[in-house]
């Protein structure tokens, strides 16, 4: 397990969950009362300028609409008002080639909305990060290799692209020092077996670069195996991780999602309660319970689409709530109808965990709140 990730004073999760810091929905969950998330993930667009071999978004096809200014500030003014804590633009396509992409951000921060963002960090330059990067949480760049040639193969782009996003990442920092900004600065690599020689080529990436951050995360599949990805392998590279954190230091964190790696793709749990917590959003608007079930043969559980109706409608219609409980409910098996590990599954342990009264979630009165609290 990692031990605690200390950042400026303050406690870093990344591998687990916020959850216990909400206590006031917990209580309205507990009472089976209908409440508004604590956190939506969301993506403006499903286009994407790259071509990542390990992304799930190919999974996820779903009915095609466009989100718009007038949508998303609609989208967001609800959350205000409904009191969602936090967004970020994490999902299905790279939000930052939407046209609305500042914007959102910009907009949500004014509303009183904690924002975060996941980009693969082509087009965030210096003077977009002087834009958005005030008005973020955290801000995470998908960089899933340390060599330019590896980058390229994995993630379906050009080879020259990696010395601009590393530049970028540079600036963003220089911003951030200039600045004494909030946000934290992070990068992440989705890790399959077949990329193992590129974990200490990143670790040491990141020294150079100086980011707060990199974390080392499982790849997710789906319930038929469709990226192909071998759970059982990780076993035999534990060591190239455990070296890869030996690159940390008092500012920079190397950070390997321990619990899901040795998990191997399995759960403890059947019901999913955790998503009333958090919902995502496809890049054509759809809500779902999780980005895992955004394709069209999950329609039974998709909850509505913010480019049909308000989203405040939508959270407290008796559609959303029939999905919710039932994916609550014996009727229900996560274990043998999910694809491996979803966004949910820290909390959703956790949550399982305390309606079991194995290890109850506790009250965190009087606790230092960690990090990015927003997001659960």
Known sequence: MNAPVILDGKELILDGTKIAWHADRLAQWERGERFAPVTVDIALTRACNYGCHFCYAMLQENANHVITKEIIHNFLDDCAEIGVRG????????????????????????????????????????????????????????FSAGEGKRYSEIMGAKEAWFDRVCQNIRDMMEIKR????????????????????????????????????????????????????DYQKYEGFYDKLREAESYSDDQYKVVVKWSKIEAKGTRSY????????????????????????FNERYKKFHLGNICERRFKDIVFSDEYWEVINHLASPKFNAQASCPTLCLQHKFNEALDNHVKGIVPIEATKGAAPPMHINFV
């Open 270 to 293: 059947q019901r999913c309660y955790g998503v009333p917590f958090l919902v995502q959003m496809s890049g054509t608007g759809l809500l779902a319970p999780c980005s895992m079930m």
């Open 178 to 229: 200039r600045d004494g900004l909030d946000v934290t600065i992070g990068m992440q690599m989705v890790v399959m077996p077949e990329y193992e020689d590129q974990l200490v080529p990143l670790a040491k990436l990141g020294a150079e670069l100086r980011p707060d951050y990199l974390v080392l995360k499982h790849c997710s599949d789906d319930e038929e195996g469709s990226l192909g990805v």
């Open 87 to 142: 967004v970020s633009l994490v999902g299905d396509g790279e939000s930052s080639i939407s046209p609305v992409f500042v914007d959102t951000i910009v907009h949500g921060s004014q509303n009183g909305i904690s924002m975060a963002c996941a980009s693969n960090g082509l087009t965030i330059t210096k003077r977009r990060a002087e834009q958005i990067l005030p008005h973020l949480t955290y801000l995470r760049i998908n």
